[in-house]
Structure formats: structure tokens, C-alpha cells
């Protein structure tokens, strides 16, 4: 299969300027332009909205840490089973964590996977969100809380679990295919 999305792509210099310069930075940064942005760059306002929410997340600098957050994120796409999402942060969760296993292991069963008891937490609540979020309530939270997380915490882990619930969804619509250089990476 040699399509990135079933819907097609864009090239970087398709985009307007202010994203052309964005994912510029990221490719800068990573030597590569991630799929991701090759597909949503079809439809450049949401594409914005998904790069915004996304900093705002996962670049705060309070609460979660950066490999906490990425934890958060390996764990709800591999309860989504979005290969897309699994393998590019899982790349990135090997490079926070510095780890080259644990996203491996989170991503091959996230219930069961062993991790400390702030990192079980995490994931836990993360899980209780993806699976049935109509059902998620007070008792979630309560043993959130009950491990050490703090509301903002919990916030984020909600936040995080949320956004990547829709791009887990975007991934599965457009059949997105993870870059190559993903699985190399923080190995």
C-alpha cells in the first residue's frame, strides 16, 4: 500500500503559510514531515484547530510530564487500535521516557502492561475514559485522586485522552499510514 491516507494529501508548500511554517519547524526538528499533517493539510482550518489544541495540551508546562503525556496518548490509541497514532507516539514516548520499551509494552496491552503506581494511575484513568466515557464518573476519579493525581492532572489525562479519541478516529478514517522513520526511533 503506498497511499497515506485515503483521502489523498497535500504537499508542505500547499499549505498556507502560517502551517507551511509550523510543520516546517516540526519536520526541521524530526527530519520529517509527519503523515499526519500530509492528510489533515486537506482542510487547513482544522488542521490549525488540531495543531492548537494539540500545543496547548501537550506543550503545558505544568501538571503532567512530557512522557506522561505521551503515555496518556500511546495507551488511548492502543485502546482505539490506531496504528497511526501508536507508532508515532510511541516513538516519542521512547525519546520522553527514555525508554525503548515502554511504549512497546503500554501499546501491546495498556491493562495489564506494568508500570509504578503514579504511571498505573495514569493510564487507568486514561483507560476508564476511552472504554466508556457515559460511565465515567466519581468513582474514577476518586482512585485518580487516591493515587497522587491532582485535579490538573486529572484534566489533562481527560484532555489528552479526548483529543487523541478523535485522532485515533481520523487515523481509522483516512486508513492513515504511520512514516517509516517512526519505528526507529528512541531505539
Not at 483521502?7 to 502560517?18: I, K, N, Q, R
Request: aromatic share 6%.
Amino acid at each position: 500500500m503506498d497511499e497515506v491516507s485515503r483521502f489523498g494529501t497535500v504537499e508542505p508548500d500547499e499549505l498556507p503559510e502560517d502551517l507551511r511554517e509550523r510543520i516546517g519547524a516540526i519536520a526541521e526538528k524530526s527530519g520529517f514531515v509527519p503523515n499526519i499533517f500530509l492528510a489533515l493539510g486537506r482542510r487547513p482550518a482544522e488542521l490549525r484547530a488540531f495543531l492548537d489544541y494539540h500545543d496547548a495540551l501537550m506543550d503545558r508546562e505544568h501538571g503532567l510530564t512530557k512522557a506522561e503525556r505521551e503515555l496518556v496518548v500511546v495507551a488511548t490509541s492502543s485502546a482505539n487500535h490506531c496504528t497511526y497514532c501508536v507508532v508515532a507516539h510511541g516513538a516519542i514516548l521512547r525519546i520522553r521516557a527514555k525508554d525503548p520499551e515502554l511504549a512497546d509494552r503500554v501499546a501491546g496491552n495498556p491493562w495489564q502492561v506494568e508500570l509504578d503506581e503514579r504511571g498505573r494511575a495514569i493510564v487507568d484513568l486514561a483507560l476508564a475514559l476511552v472504554q466508556d466515557s457515559a460511565r465515567f464518573g466519581d468513582r474514577e476519579l476518586a482512585a485518580a485522586r487516591e493515587s497522587g493525581l491532582s485535579d490538573d492532572e486529572i484534566w489533562d489525562i481527560g484532555s489528552i485522552t479526548a483529543l487523541f479519541a478523535m485522532s485515533n478516529r481520523l487515523a481509522h478514517l483516512t486508513a492513515l499510514r504511520p512514516n517509516p522513520e517512526f519505528y526507529a526511533m528512541g531505539r
